[in-house]
Protein backbone atom coordinates (compact mmCIF):
# COMPACT_ATOMS: atom_id res chain seq x y z
CA UNK A 1 0.00 0.00 0.00
CA UNK A 2 1.17 3.69 -1.28
CA UNK A 3 0.83 6.57 1.27
CA UNK A 4 -0.92 9.11 0.10
CA UNK A 5 1.45 12.07 -0.52
CA UNK A 6 1.02 15.07 1.28
CA UNK A 7 2.39 18.19 -0.11
CA UNK A 8 5.46 19.74 1.37
CA UNK A 9 4.64 23.64 2.30
CA UNK A 10 6.50 24.06 5.32
CA UNK A 11 9.80 25.84 5.65
CA UNK A 12 12.13 26.15 8.43
CA UNK A 13 11.14 29.40 10.16
CA UNK A 14 7.79 27.70 9.75
CA UNK A 15 8.69 24.86 11.51
CA UNK A 16 10.48 26.79 13.69
CA UNK A 17 7.68 28.63 15.09
CA UNK A 18 5.45 25.23 14.98
CA UNK A 19 7.89 23.61 17.71
CA UNK A 20 7.84 27.19 19.89
CA UNK A 21 4.26 27.51 19.82
CA UNK A 22 4.07 23.67 20.72
CA UNK A 23 6.23 24.33 23.98
CA UNK A 24 5.35 27.78 24.97
CA UNK A 25 1.60 27.22 25.61
CA UNK A 26 -0.36 27.94 29.22
CA UNK A 27 2.87 26.40 31.22
CA UNK A 28 4.47 29.88 30.43
CA UNK A 29 1.91 32.02 32.13
CA UNK A 30 1.92 29.69 35.19
CA UNK A 31 5.67 28.74 36.04
CA UNK A 32 7.31 31.73 37.48
CA UNK A 33 5.01 31.57 40.60
CA UNK A 34 5.86 27.80 40.88
CA UNK A 35 9.21 27.92 40.32
CA UNK A 36 9.58 31.17 42.98
CA UNK A 37 7.93 29.09 45.51
CA UNK A 38 10.35 26.34 44.99
CA UNK A 39 13.58 28.33 44.53
CA UNK A 40 12.66 32.06 45.31
CA UNK A 41 15.34 34.11 44.26
CA UNK A 42 17.55 31.19 42.67
CA UNK A 43 14.90 30.26 40.63
CA UNK A 44 16.06 31.76 37.42
CA UNK A 45 18.98 29.74 37.96
CA UNK A 46 16.64 26.24 37.95
CA UNK A 47 15.61 27.13 34.68
CA UNK A 48 18.79 27.26 33.15
CA UNK A 49 19.67 23.65 35.02
CA UNK A 50 16.54 22.13 33.64
CA UNK A 51 16.76 23.74 30.31
CA UNK A 52 20.66 22.32 29.90
CA UNK A 53 19.18 19.26 31.09
CA UNK A 54 16.05 19.21 28.57
CA UNK A 55 18.52 20.46 25.36
CA UNK A 56 20.86 17.46 25.72
CA UNK A 57 17.48 15.07 25.06
CA UNK A 58 16.71 17.78 22.13
CA UNK A 59 19.93 16.98 20.45
CA UNK A 60 19.50 13.61 20.38
CA UNK A 61 16.02 14.77 18.54
CA UNK A 62 17.57 16.94 16.64
CA UNK A 63 20.68 14.33 15.00
CA UNK A 64 17.57 11.18 14.96
CA UNK A 65 15.31 13.64 13.36
CA UNK A 66 17.55 14.90 10.73
CA UNK A 67 17.86 10.97 9.04
CA UNK A 68 14.30 11.31 7.86
CA UNK A 69 11.61 13.06 5.73
CA UNK A 70 8.38 11.99 7.06
CA UNK A 71 5.85 12.57 9.50
CA UNK A 72 5.75 11.26 12.71
CA UNK A 73 8.28 12.19 14.70
CA UNK A 74 9.61 10.00 17.98
CA UNK A 75 6.87 7.25 16.77
CA UNK A 76 8.99 7.32 13.35
CA UNK A 77 11.95 7.10 15.22
CA UNK A 78 11.00 4.27 17.00
CA UNK A 79 9.65 2.62 14.72
CA UNK A 80 13.23 2.55 12.75
CA UNK A 81 14.72 1.68 15.77
CA UNK A 82 12.84 -0.75 17.74
CA UNK A 83 10.49 -1.92 15.24
CA UNK A 84 6.37 -2.08 14.94
CA UNK A 85 5.66 -3.41 18.29
CA UNK A 86 7.82 -0.57 20.21
CA UNK A 87 6.82 1.55 17.72
CA UNK A 88 3.14 1.20 18.46
CA UNK A 89 3.74 2.21 21.94
CA UNK A 90 5.63 5.06 21.59
CA UNK A 91 2.93 6.57 19.07
CA UNK A 92 -0.01 5.54 20.95
CA UNK A 93 1.40 7.31 24.37
CA UNK A 94 2.23 10.33 22.41
CA UNK A 95 -1.34 10.21 20.77
CA UNK A 96 -2.87 9.93 24.16
CA UNK A 97 -0.76 12.44 25.52
CA UNK A 98 -1.56 15.52 23.82
CA UNK A 99 -5.23 14.85 23.75
CA UNK A 100 -5.35 14.76 27.71
CA UNK A 101 -2.80 17.89 27.17
CA UNK A 102 -5.75 19.46 24.62
CA UNK A 103 -8.29 18.44 26.95
CA UNK A 104 -6.69 20.10 30.02
CA UNK A 105 -5.22 23.35 27.97
CA UNK A 106 -8.80 24.22 26.72
CA UNK A 107 -10.02 23.90 30.12
CA UNK A 108 -7.50 26.95 31.36
CA UNK A 109 -8.93 28.70 28.38
CA UNK A 110 -12.37 28.55 29.77
CA UNK A 111 -11.31 29.40 33.00
CA UNK A 112 -9.81 32.80 31.87
CA UNK A 113 -12.68 33.47 29.69
CA UNK A 114 -14.98 33.11 32.25
CA UNK A 115 -12.97 35.55 34.24
CA UNK A 116 -14.39 38.50 31.97
CA UNK A 117 -17.38 36.89 30.48
CA UNK A 118 -19.45 35.17 33.27
CA UNK A 119 -21.64 33.26 30.75
CA UNK A 120 -18.61 30.87 29.22
CA UNK A 121 -18.52 29.28 32.77
CA UNK A 122 -22.15 28.46 32.52
CA UNK A 123 -22.40 24.68 31.15
CA UNK A 124 -24.19 25.77 28.10
CA UNK A 125 -21.86 28.43 27.59
CA UNK A 126 -18.44 26.28 28.06
CA UNK A 127 -19.83 23.55 25.86
CA UNK A 128 -19.74 25.88 23.10
CA UNK A 129 -16.99 27.77 23.90
CA UNK A 130 -15.59 24.64 23.38
CA UNK A 131 -16.78 23.36 20.52
CA UNK A 132 -16.41 26.44 18.75
CA UNK A 133 -12.45 26.28 19.86
CA UNK A 134 -12.08 23.01 18.36
CA UNK A 135 -14.13 23.59 15.09
CA UNK A 136 -12.71 26.42 14.26
CA UNK A 137 -8.70 25.12 14.40
CA UNK A 138 -10.15 22.08 12.82
CA UNK A 139 -11.62 23.93 10.06
CA UNK A 140 -8.45 25.81 9.84
CA UNK A 141 -6.08 23.00 9.45
CA UNK A 142 -8.47 20.55 7.27
CA UNK A 143 -8.10 23.42 4.66
CA UNK A 144 -4.47 23.28 4.08
CA UNK A 145 -1.05 22.67 5.74
CA UNK A 146 -0.47 26.40 4.45
CA UNK A 147 -2.66 27.92 6.58
CA UNK A 148 -2.50 25.68 9.52
CA UNK A 149 1.17 26.66 9.90
CA UNK A 150 0.28 30.45 8.84
CA UNK A 151 -1.94 30.82 11.62
CA UNK A 152 0.43 28.85 14.01
CA UNK A 153 2.94 31.46 13.31
CA UNK A 154 0.33 34.22 13.75
CA UNK A 155 -0.88 33.23 17.03
CA UNK A 156 2.95 32.47 18.28
CA UNK A 157 4.57 35.59 17.23
CA UNK A 158 1.08 37.05 19.39
CA UNK A 159 1.64 35.37 22.66
CA UNK A 160 5.26 35.99 22.42
CA UNK A 161 4.75 39.70 22.38
CA UNK A 162 3.18 40.37 26.09
CA UNK A 163 5.64 38.14 27.04
CA UNK A 164 8.68 40.59 25.71
CA UNK A 165 6.55 43.44 27.03
CA UNK A 166 7.16 42.18 30.42
CA UNK A 167 10.85 41.50 29.95
CA UNK A 168 11.12 45.29 28.52
CA UNK A 169 9.22 47.08 31.10
CA UNK A 170 10.69 44.55 33.76
CA UNK A 171 14.15 45.24 33.04
CA UNK A 172 13.45 48.84 33.45
CA UNK A 173 11.94 48.41 37.31
CA UNK A 174 14.06 45.46 38.22
CA UNK A 175 14.33 46.00 41.69
CA UNK A 176 17.32 43.47 43.39
CA UNK A 177 15.82 43.88 46.91
CA UNK A 178 12.40 42.39 45.68
CA UNK A 179 14.18 39.71 43.84
CA UNK A 180 16.44 38.85 46.96
CA UNK A 181 13.74 38.98 49.12
CA UNK A 182 11.31 35.93 47.54
CA UNK A 183 10.62 33.85 50.62
CA UNK A 184 10.64 30.39 49.74
CA UNK A 185 9.25 27.85 52.77
CA UNK A 186 11.39 24.70 51.61
CA UNK A 187 13.52 25.03 48.69
CA UNK A 188 13.62 22.14 46.32
CA UNK A 189 15.09 22.20 43.45
CA UNK A 190 14.09 18.37 42.41
CA UNK A 191 10.76 19.74 42.34
CA UNK A 192 11.86 22.68 40.36
CA UNK A 193 13.26 20.93 37.74
CA UNK A 194 10.35 18.35 37.14
CA UNK A 195 7.88 21.08 36.68
CA UNK A 196 10.05 22.77 34.24
CA UNK A 197 10.30 19.32 32.19
CA UNK A 198 6.19 20.06 32.13
CA UNK A 199 7.64 23.53 30.89
CA UNK A 200 9.90 22.71 27.95
CA UNK A 201 8.22 19.86 27.39
CA UNK A 202 6.31 19.72 23.57
CA UNK A 203 9.07 20.21 21.30
CA UNK A 204 8.72 16.35 20.25
CA UNK A 205 5.34 17.21 19.01
CA UNK A 206 6.31 20.21 17.25
CA UNK A 207 8.53 18.22 14.88
CA UNK A 208 5.83 15.17 13.67
CA UNK A 209 4.74 17.04 11.08
CA UNK A 210 8.08 17.67 9.24
CA UNK A 211 6.98 15.46 6.36
CA UNK A 212 4.82 18.51 5.04
CA UNK A 213 8.35 21.03 5.05
CA UNK A 214 10.26 21.69 2.64
CA UNK A 215 13.51 20.03 4.04
CA UNK A 216 12.98 17.88 6.74
CA UNK A 217 16.31 16.28 6.84
CA UNK A 218 18.09 19.79 7.09
CA UNK A 219 14.92 21.62 8.85
CA UNK A 220 14.63 19.66 11.77
CA UNK A 221 17.51 20.13 13.88
CA UNK A 222 17.37 23.85 12.77
CA UNK A 223 14.06 23.93 14.23
CA UNK A 224 14.68 22.15 17.19
CA UNK A 225 17.76 23.99 18.54
CA UNK A 226 16.58 27.41 17.64
CA UNK A 227 12.82 27.15 18.95
CA UNK A 228 14.55 25.36 22.29
CA UNK A 229 17.33 28.23 22.79
CA UNK A 230 14.63 30.71 22.16
CA UNK A 231 12.21 29.33 24.81
CA UNK A 232 14.95 28.85 27.34
CA UNK A 233 16.16 32.57 27.24
CA UNK A 234 12.21 33.49 27.61
CA UNK A 235 11.81 31.62 30.24
CA UNK A 236 15.10 32.94 31.79
CA UNK A 237 14.02 36.54 31.59
CA UNK A 238 10.87 36.13 32.39
CA UNK A 239 11.83 34.86 35.64
CA UNK A 240 14.10 37.02 36.49
CA UNK A 241 11.74 40.10 35.63
CA UNK A 242 8.91 38.58 37.44
CA UNK A 243 10.94 38.11 41.08
CA UNK A 244 12.20 41.45 40.64
CA UNK A 245 9.21 43.28 39.99
CA UNK A 246 6.59 40.99 41.93
CA UNK A 247 6.78 40.94 45.86
CA UNK A 248 6.03 37.49 47.22
CA UNK A 249 5.81 35.56 43.28
CA UNK A 250 5.21 32.52 44.81
CA UNK A 251 1.63 33.65 45.99
CA UNK A 252 0.14 34.68 42.69
CA UNK A 253 -1.82 32.54 40.83
CA UNK A 254 -1.23 34.78 37.24
CA UNK A 255 1.99 36.01 37.72
CA UNK A 256 2.40 37.73 34.47
CA UNK A 257 -0.85 39.41 34.99
CA UNK A 258 -0.14 40.70 37.97
CA UNK A 259 3.29 41.90 36.93
CA UNK A 260 1.94 43.93 33.94
CA UNK A 261 -0.40 45.18 36.70
CA UNK A 262 2.78 46.55 38.55
CA UNK A 263 4.44 47.91 35.02
CA UNK A 264 1.28 49.14 33.44
CA UNK A 265 -1.38 49.62 35.56
CA UNK A 266 -5.25 48.03 34.62
CA UNK A 267 -4.42 47.81 30.92
CA UNK A 268 -1.15 45.86 31.39
CA UNK A 269 -3.34 43.16 33.19
CA UNK A 270 -5.80 43.40 30.37
CA UNK A 271 -3.53 42.73 28.17
CA UNK A 272 -2.02 40.01 30.23
CA UNK A 273 -5.61 38.08 30.70
CA UNK A 274 -5.84 38.53 26.81
CA UNK A 275 -2.07 37.06 26.47
CA UNK A 276 -2.70 33.68 28.23
CA UNK A 277 -6.18 33.28 25.54
CA UNK A 278 -4.09 34.34 22.72
CA UNK A 279 -1.09 31.35 23.86
CA UNK A 280 -3.69 28.92 25.04
CA UNK A 281 -5.93 28.78 21.68
CA UNK A 282 -2.46 29.14 19.55
CA UNK A 283 -1.35 25.99 21.30
CA UNK A 284 -4.59 24.25 20.50
CA UNK A 285 -4.11 24.85 16.74
CA UNK A 286 -0.61 23.94 16.90
CA UNK A 287 -2.25 20.51 18.65
CA UNK A 288 -4.93 20.26 15.73
CA UNK A 289 -1.82 20.69 12.97
CA UNK A 290 0.54 18.19 14.95
CA UNK A 291 -1.65 15.26 16.20
CA UNK A 292 -3.49 14.33 13.35
CA UNK A 293 -0.34 12.99 11.67
CA UNK A 294 0.36 10.85 14.83
CA UNK A 295 -3.08 9.16 14.10
CA UNK A 296 -2.39 9.67 10.13
CA UNK A 297 1.14 8.08 9.87
CA UNK A 298 -0.03 5.30 12.16
CA UNK A 299 -2.71 4.38 10.25
CA UNK A 300 -1.24 4.12 6.99
CA UNK A 301 1.30 1.56 8.65
CA UNK A 302 -2.19 -0.60 9.62
CA UNK A 303 -1.46 0.23 12.95
CA UNK A 304 -5.19 1.51 13.55
CA UNK A 305 -8.41 2.16 11.31
CA UNK A 306 -7.89 2.71 7.85
CA UNK A 307 -9.99 5.98 7.59
CA UNK A 308 -7.52 7.53 9.67
CA UNK A 309 -5.17 7.79 7.04
CA UNK A 310 -7.71 9.50 4.36
CA UNK A 311 -6.56 12.45 2.29
CA UNK A 312 -8.49 15.42 1.81
CA UNK A 313 -8.75 15.66 -2.63
CA UNK A 314 -8.40 18.94 -2.70
CA UNK A 315 -6.33 20.01 0.64
CA UNK A 316 -4.25 17.22 0.70
CA UNK A 317 -4.55 16.84 4.58
CA UNK A 318 -5.40 14.11 6.68
CA UNK A 319 -8.79 15.36 7.23
CA UNK A 320 -10.23 12.64 8.96
CA UNK A 321 -7.19 12.19 11.48
CA UNK A 322 -7.96 16.24 11.98
CA UNK A 323 -11.19 16.05 12.29
CA UNK A 324 -11.44 12.69 14.60
CA UNK A 325 -8.47 14.45 16.86
CA UNK A 326 -10.60 17.84 17.58
CA UNK A 327 -13.54 15.45 18.41
CA UNK A 328 -11.52 13.45 20.89
CA UNK A 329 -9.87 16.41 22.00
CA UNK A 330 -13.23 18.51 22.76
CA UNK A 331 -14.89 14.66 24.42
CA UNK A 332 -12.17 14.81 27.11
CA UNK A 333 -12.24 18.75 27.23
CA UNK A 334 -15.90 18.49 28.56
CA UNK A 335 -15.50 15.68 31.10
CA UNK A 336 -12.49 16.36 32.76
CA UNK A 337 -10.27 19.27 34.52
CA UNK A 338 -6.94 20.40 34.43
CA UNK A 339 -5.11 19.04 37.38
CA UNK A 340 -5.46 15.17 36.78
CA UNK A 341 -3.75 15.22 33.67
CA UNK A 342 -0.27 17.33 34.00
CA UNK A 343 1.13 14.18 35.64
CA UNK A 344 0.33 11.47 33.60
CA UNK A 345 1.55 14.02 30.32
CA UNK A 346 4.80 14.53 32.43
CA UNK A 347 5.22 10.58 32.94
CA UNK A 348 4.94 9.79 29.63
CA UNK A 349 6.40 12.63 27.92
CA UNK A 350 9.37 11.33 29.46
CA UNK A 351 9.45 7.98 27.78
CA UNK A 352 9.43 8.92 24.48
CA UNK A 353 12.26 11.09 25.33
CA UNK A 354 14.28 8.06 26.73
CA UNK A 355 12.79 6.09 23.52
CA UNK A 356 14.46 8.32 21.02
CA UNK A 357 17.61 8.87 23.21
CA UNK A 358 18.02 4.97 22.92
CA UNK A 359 17.06 5.48 19.04
CA UNK A 360 20.65 7.23 18.73
CA UNK A 361 22.46 5.02 19.76
CA UNK A 362 20.64 2.39 17.84
CA UNK A 363 21.14 4.36 14.91
CA UNK A 364 25.17 4.99 15.60
CA UNK A 365 25.85 1.82 16.44
CA UNK A 366 24.10 0.52 12.83
CA UNK A 367 25.97 2.98 10.75
CA UNK A 368 24.24 3.50 7.25
CA UNK A 369 23.50 7.06 5.68
CA UNK A 370 25.07 9.54 7.54
CA UNK A 371 22.88 11.95 9.66
CA UNK A 372 22.66 15.62 8.38
CA UNK A 373 23.09 16.35 12.26
CA UNK A 374 25.16 15.20 14.58
CA UNK A 375 24.78 15.36 17.93
CA UNK A 376 28.42 16.57 20.09
CA UNK A 377 28.90 13.33 22.07
CA UNK A 378 26.74 11.19 20.20
CA UNK A 379 25.74 7.93 22.51
CA UNK A 380 27.20 9.02 25.46
CA UNK A 381 24.94 12.15 25.37
CA UNK A 382 22.23 9.86 24.66
CA UNK A 383 23.22 7.77 27.34
CA UNK A 384 22.74 10.88 29.68
CA UNK A 385 19.54 11.94 28.02
CA UNK A 386 18.61 8.30 28.86
CA UNK A 387 19.50 8.34 32.96
CA UNK A 388 17.88 12.01 32.89
CA UNK A 389 14.92 10.46 32.35
CA UNK A 390 14.95 7.61 34.11
CA UNK A 391 15.92 9.39 37.82
CA UNK A 392 12.79 11.69 37.29
CA UNK A 393 10.81 8.80 36.43
CA UNK A 394 11.53 7.01 39.54
CA UNK A 395 10.41 10.04 41.65
CA UNK A 396 6.91 9.17 40.57
CA UNK A 397 4.65 6.81 42.22
CA UNK A 398 1.84 4.21 41.67
CA UNK A 399 -0.59 6.58 42.06
CA UNK A 400 0.59 8.80 39.65
CA UNK A 401 1.64 6.48 37.13
CA UNK A 402 -1.76 4.14 36.98
CA UNK A 403 -2.73 5.72 33.59
CA UNK A 404 -0.01 4.97 32.03
CA UNK A 405 -0.23 1.20 32.76
CA UNK A 406 -3.84 1.69 31.53
CA UNK A 407 -2.91 2.79 28.53
CA UNK A 408 -0.03 0.91 27.40
CA UNK A 409 -2.48 -1.98 28.29
CA UNK A 410 -4.95 -0.99 26.10
CA UNK A 411 -1.99 0.01 24.09
CA UNK A 412 -1.13 -3.73 23.87
CA UNK A 413 -4.51 -5.06 22.90
CA UNK A 414 -5.08 -3.35 20.08
CA UNK A 415 -1.70 -4.07 18.83
CA UNK A 416 -2.79 -7.45 19.05
CA UNK A 417 -5.90 -7.24 17.45
CA UNK A 418 -4.79 -5.54 13.94
CA UNK A 419 -2.46 -8.02 13.76
CA UNK A 420 -4.47 -9.47 10.23
CA UNK A 421 -3.77 -5.70 9.04
CA UNK A 422 -0.89 -4.60 9.40
CA UNK A 423 0.53 -7.75 7.63
CA UNK A 424 -1.43 -6.54 4.22
CA UNK A 425 -0.14 -3.31 4.78
Known amino acids: MTSPTLVRAIGRWALTAIVINSVLGSGVFGLPSALAGFAGGWSPLTVLVAGASIFIIVLCFAEVGSRFDDSGGPYLYAR???????????????????????????????????????WV???????????ICFTIAAAINVSGIRQGSWMVNVFTVAKMLP????????????????AASQPVDRPSWTEAVLILVFGYGGFESGVVAVGEARDPKRDTAFALLVA???????YCLIQLVVIGVLPNAKDHAAPITDTLRILLGQPGAVLGTIAVVISIYGWLLGFVLTVPRIVYSMSTRGELPSFFGRVHSRFRTPHVAIIGCAIAGLA????????????????????????????????????????????PG?????LIGIAFCVWLLTTRNLAQAWPLIVVVTVGVMIWVTTSSRRASV
Do not use: D, K
Open 80 to 118: EAFGPAAAFQVGWLHLWTRLFSAAAVINVLISYLASVMP
Open 378 to 382: GVVTA
Open 121 to 131: GTSVGRTLTMT
Open 163 to 178: LFAVIAFGALHFNSEI
Open 332 to 375: LGLSSGFTQLATFSAVSRLAIFASTCASLIVFRRRGGERARFRA
Open 228 to 234: MLTITTI
